[in-house]
Every structure is written in C-alpha cells, then in structure tokens.
C-alpha cells in the first residue's frame, strides 16, 4: 500500500457523498422550478410544515445552515409571501419564522415532490432505508 492511496479520489467517502448530494439536488431543480423554490428554500419550508413556528436559531440547527444562510434565505422567503418573521413576546432577540396562508397552500402543491423524486433514483427501498440510516448517524455525530 503506497502511502498516498488515501488521497486516491477512488478511496474517498466525501467523493461520492458530494456526487450523490449535487446531483440529488440538481434532479430536484425541474420539480421545485415549478414551485418557483430553491432546494435550500424547498428544506427550509419542510422543516415549518413539520414542526410549525421555529425560532431562527431552531431552524438553523434543524438545516445545519447558519445565520448567514439562512438570513437571506428566509427574506426572500419572506418577500414570496411563504413565511412570516416576527420577535418573539417573551424574547424580542429571538425572530420566530412561520408560514403564511400562502406557505401553508404551498405544501399541496410540494407534496407531490418526493413521489416525483423517487421515480429519479434508482435505489431498492432496503438500500435506501440502510443509507438514511448510515447519514443520520453521521449527521448526529457532526
């Protein structure tokens, strides 16, 4: 074994990880195209139609996006009429995001997305199964 091997691109984890993700995301593109929605915009409002309101530290931890991500993300949310941004009572340092009306209708038009998805990916439900699990470790111990 020739001490260079582990900087073989074949030898790398983080290769296909970055492969699998940009072109998961790019097959995404078509479907939120006509939600007129990014990805990260597309993650962002999954995570408020499964947990409701989230503080914007909340939702930073959940997405592992950071305040200056998610800052301009939730703007632009914003100005699309999707999301509502307010201080909260209790702590006018903490910004609550929420859904609007119109966020909320957004989901009937989303939910047919992972279906859509999941014609584009060819994984047997077993593999994919065991990969959700591998990553969510991995997520947790980052």
Sequence with gaps: MDKYDCLKLDNQLCFPLYVCSKEIVRRYKPFLDDLDITYTQYITLMALWDKGALSVKELGKQLFLDSGTLTPLLKTLEAKGYVARTRAKDDERNLIVSLTDEGLALRDRAVEVPAKMGSCINIKPEDAADLYRI????????
């Design 135 to 142: 990553l969510h470790t991995m997520m947790d111990a980052m």
